[in-house]
C-alpha cells in the first residue's frame, strides 16, 4: 500500500542515574567514592534510506522508544549508554513538528537528523568528593530524554511529472520512457498511486512520476480528488499527456483549471505537451495540427513543445526523450 503521510511520536531514551558507591578493599575500612556515571540515553534518528519510496512500513501512531542508559556502578564504571532509534524514510520526506506544523527538515536536504536528543547521565557520587566530604552519599539521576510527536509527509523527488486525464496512456508512456512496469488497463484510474521510473541518460538518471488520472471538479475530490498532486510540486516540468482522438483542446482546458485550483503557478510548469494515440488516426491529414498547436498555445504559457506519439506502437517516443532530456539541460543553466 501507498502511504505518503503517517503521524508518529518519538520517546528519546532517558539518562541512566549516576551511583553512590564506596572502594571496599581489604585493608581498606573506609574507601573513597567511587560511583560511576549513568550512560547517555539513546536519540530518536531519521534517516533516509534510498530503496525507500513510500512510508507504507510505518505505521500511524506508532512510538518510536529509544533505549534509555544504563546506570553508573560502583568502582567507577559507567553505565552503558542507550541505543539509538532510527526510523527509515525515503528521500523526500518533510519532518514536521505536530504541535506547531513547522517543518522541522526537509530530508530531501539532510540525509539524517536528530529528532529527539537522549537525556545525559547522571554523575557518580565520585564526582561529589571534597576537601569537607570525604563520603558524599550524592549522585545525580539521569535526564529523561526528549518527546516529540512528528508528522512524516512525504513529496516524492521527480525530474518530470506526466498528467492528464484518465486512460490517456500516462503509464503506457512511462513503461515506454523507463523500466517502470506500472498496471496498464482500458478503464478510467487505473494508477491510483504516483509511480515512478528512471530514464539514464548518460550519466545521469532522469525521474519521471507517472500520476493518476485527473478529472473535472477533482479539486472537490472527484475521482482521486487532487492530494497526489504534492507529489509533482518538486518536479522541474510537466508532461501533459492528451488523447489526439478525444478532443484534446477541450482536455487541457479542464485540466490547466484544475491545477490552477490546486496551485496558481502549477500550469506554468508544463514543458511539453504530447497527443497520444496517434496510432489510433487513421487519416492523419485530417488533424489540424496548426489550429490545435496555436490554441493550446494561448492558454498554455511559456508555449510548449508538442509532440504526436503512440506508446502502442513507439511512434516518436525516442522524440519524447530527447525533448526531455533538451528541456532538463534547458532548465537547468
Ligand atoms: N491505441 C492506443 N492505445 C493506447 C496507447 N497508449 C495507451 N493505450 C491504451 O489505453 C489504455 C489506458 O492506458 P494507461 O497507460 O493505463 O492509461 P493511464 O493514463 O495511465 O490511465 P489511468 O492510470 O487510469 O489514469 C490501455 O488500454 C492502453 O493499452 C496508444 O498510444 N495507442
Ligand atoms: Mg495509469
Excluded at 162 to 190: H, Q
Aim: net charge positive; glycine share 12%; aromatic share 6%.
Amino acid at each position: 500500500m501507498f502511504k505518503d503521510i503517517v503521524r508518529i511520536k518519538v520517546i528519546a531514551g532517558k539518562g541512566g542515574n549516576g551511583c553512590v558507591s564506596f572502594r571496599r578493599e581489604k585493608y581498606v575500612p573506609k574507601g573513597g567514592p567511587d560511583g560511576g556515571d549513568g550512560g547517555r540515553g539513546g536519540d530518536c534518528v531519521v534517516v533516509v534510506n534510498h530503496n525507500l519510496s513510500t512510508l507504507s512500513h510505518i505505521v500511524d501512531g506508532q512510538v518510536f522508544k529509544a533505549q534509555n542508559g544504563q546506570d553508573g556502578k560502583g568502582d567507577k564504571m559507567h553505565g552503558a549508554d542507550g541505543k539509538d532509534i532510527v526510523i527509515e524514510v525515503p528521500k523526500g520526506t518533510l519532518v514536521i513538528d505536530a504541535e506547531n506544523g513547522k517543518v522541522i527538515c526537509d530530508t530531501a536536504e539532510v540525509e539524517r537528523f536528530v529528532l529527539a536528543k537522549g537525556g545525559k547521565g547522571g554523575l557518580g557520587n565520585w564526582h561529589f568528593r571534597g576537601p569537607t566530604n570525604q563520603t558524599p552519599t550524592h549522585a545525580t539521576k539521569g535526564e529523561v530524554g526528549e518527546e516529540k510527536e512528528i508528522i512524516l509527509d512525504l513529496k516524492i523527488i521527480a525530474d518530470v511529472g506526466l498528467i492528464g486525464l484518465p486512460n490517456v496512456g500516462k503509464s503506457s508512456i512511462i513503461s515506454k520512457l523507463t523500466r517502470a512496469t506500472p498496471k496498464i488497463a482500458d478503464y478510467p484510474f487505473t494508477t491510483k498511486d504516483p509511480v515512478l521510473g528512471v530514464m539514464g541518460y548518460q550519466d545521469k538518471k532522469i525521474i519521471i512520476a507517472d500520476m493518476p488520472g485527473i478529472i473535472e471538479d477533482a479539486h472537490e475530490g472527484v475521482g482521486l480528488g487532487l492530494e497526489f498532486l504534492k507529489h509533482i510540486e518538486r518536479t522541474k516540468f510537466l508532461i501533459l499527456v492528451l488523447e489526439i482522438v478525444n478532443d484534446p483542446i477541450n482536455q487541457a482546458k479542464m485540466l490547466l483549471s484544475e491545477l490552477k485550483k490546486y496551485k496558481k503557478e502549477l500550469p506554468k510548469r508544463i514543458r511539453i505537451v504530447t497527443f497520444n494515440k496517434i496510432d489510433l488516426v487513421t487519416n492523419k491529414e485530417k488533424i489540424d495540427r496548426e489550429f490545435l498547436e496555436l490554441s493550446l498555445s494561448k492558454i498554455i504559457k511559456p508555449k510548449p513543445k508538442f509532440l504526436y506519439i503512440s506508446a502502442l506502437t513507439g511512434e516518436n517516443i525516442e522524440n519524447l526523450k530527447d525533448e526531455i532530456i533538451h528541456s532538463l539541460t534547458f532548465q537547468n543553466k
